[in-house]
């Protein structure tokens, strides 16, 4: 059973454009939602970042909309650049517990073209 | 430097042959993890340990090992390797109950 479903898999999206990856998850209980970046060769690096209590956190172009009633959650690249061109895995996890684990989406490979 | 580090980081191996892949973390951290990363599957959590003797398995931990006999070492043990094992594997960390979780730089294994 898939807790967290990302789409797209892939998107390419030209420079300057706007770039939307999506998650749901089913757990309610869940109270942490990260978003992970990968560079091809690299590990995982955590980009930003929402609790359930706002709607939506914004750092830089990097902006997280949280539909809680929905069960959903976005990631919003403003401005898209060829150096955010990257593997986004989104996550879900229950840190109220203390010693929770993430559960990751499949991930979606960015492609921004100049 | 604050870091995960992973050896080695490229290994091609047979099926059956034992092998070790390590993982240290410099962080202070308590809680340390393995995943594997596989095309159209994401990263899916392989085992993971709460602190120092203590361990437990998550998502797919048929095939594999794991041992946490000091803080900052979390070694990932595959002792008859096989083919499907072949992935991209990733050390993980962070303190109990904190936001980031720190990944090391990934090991990509081949097993023939």
């Known amino acids: 059973q898939q807790q967290v479903k990302q789409s797209p898999q892939s998107l390419i999206v030209q420079k300057g454009g706007i770039s939307i990856i999506n998650c749901a998850y089913e757990?309610?209980?869940?109270?942490?939602f990260p978003w992970y970046q990968q560079f091809p060769g690299k590990g995982p690096a955590l980009l930003i970042a929402?609790?359930?209590?706002?709607s939506e956190k914004k750092e830089g172009r990097f902006t997280i909309s949280f539909n809680k009633s929905a069960k959903q959650f976005s990631l919003h690249i403003m401005d898209s650049q060829p150096g955010d061109s990257a593997t986004y895995f989104c996550?879900?996890?229950?840190?109220?517990?203390?010693?929770?684990?993430?559960?990751f989406g499949k991930g979606t490979m960015l492609l921004v073209s100049p | 430097e604050a870091q995960v580090t992973q050896n080695p980081r490229y290994l091609i191996t047979v099926t059956g042959k034992k092998l070790t892949v390590t993982c240290s973390q410099n962080?202070?951290?308590?809680?340390m993890s393995w995943y594997r990363q596989d095309p159209g599957l994401g990263l899916r959590q392989i085992y993971y340990?709460?602190?120092?003797?203590?361990?437990d398995k998550g998502d797919v931990p048929e095939g594999y090992k794991v041992s946490r006999k000091e803080k900052r070492n979390f070694p990932l043990i595959l002792e008859s390797p096989s083919p499907n094992q072949t992935s991209l594997y990733f050390c993980?960390?962070?303190?109990?109950?904190?936001?980031?979780?720190?990944f090391g730089p990934g090991t990509r294994l081949t097993v023939t």
């Open positions: 929402i609790r359930p209590d706002v």
């Open positions: 996550a879900a996890s229950l840190m109220n517990s203390g010693y929770s684990t993430l559960t």
């Open positions: 340990s709460m602190n120092v003797e203590v361990t």
């Open positions: 757990n309610t209980a869940f109270d942490y």
């Open positions: 962080m202070n951290h308590e809680y």
């Open positions: 993980a960390s962070r303190t109990t109950g904190g936001n980031e979780q720190y």
